[in-house]
């Protein structure tokens, strides 16, 4: 890994190493996003549809929905820590639903983002880093080895 203009730059192979620790911390992810939207429906259904004015500390709920309302505090805050970690080793999520992170790197002279999405064995696909999903593209068997960071 090579530090560059305070970025993390990954080789493919230390960017896939990652990926079992990106597994985990996706699939806990997934399991505090569905514990949060099935506390989120049920409070929508009290008349609560607006999540921000919801978890907010300026609306006075019931008990029985003030409960609900701390506990998707607690599952924000613990999607969050997960996030944060994911952003400690370098990487970058880019969504929680599809599980995208993505990592720089260099292919040849110019600088690309390694995209990896949850479920995904190993990195297949790269994008500039002035797109998004949808412009990524199959690395084509290229390897991005350390003599490729520069």
């Known amino acids: ?3 560059r203009n305070g970025k993390k730059y990954f080789t493919l192979s230390e960017a896939n190493a990652l990926i079992p620790s990106l597994e985990a911390a ?3 992810i997934h399991l505090h996003k569905a514990e949060f939207d099935e506390l989120y429906q049920k409070l ?3 008349g609560f549809p607006d999540q921000q004015a919801l978890l907010s500390e300026k609306l006075r709920l019931p008990s029985h929905l003030a409960e609900a309302r701390d506990r998707m505090r607690e599952l924000v805050d613990l999607i969050n820590a997960e996030i944060g970690k994911i952003h ?3 990487g970058l999520v880019k969504g929680i639903e599809m599980g ?3 990592f720089y790197s260099r292919r040849g002279t110019q600088d690309i983002l390694l995209c990896w999405q949850y479920g995904e064995r190993e ?3 790269f994008h500039g880093t ?3 999903f949808s412009g990524r593209r ?3 068997g290229a390897r991005q080895d350390q003599s490729n960071l520069n």
């Open 1 to 3: 890994m090579i530090f």
């Open 26 to 28: 996706f699939g806990r």
């Open 44 to 46: 929508s259904k009290e």
């Open 88 to 90: 400690e080793t370098g």
């Open 100 to 102: 995208l992170v993505d």
């Open 123 to 125: 990195i297949r696909h």
């Open 130 to 132: 002035n797109e998004g």
């Open 138 to 140: 199959p690395l084509d």
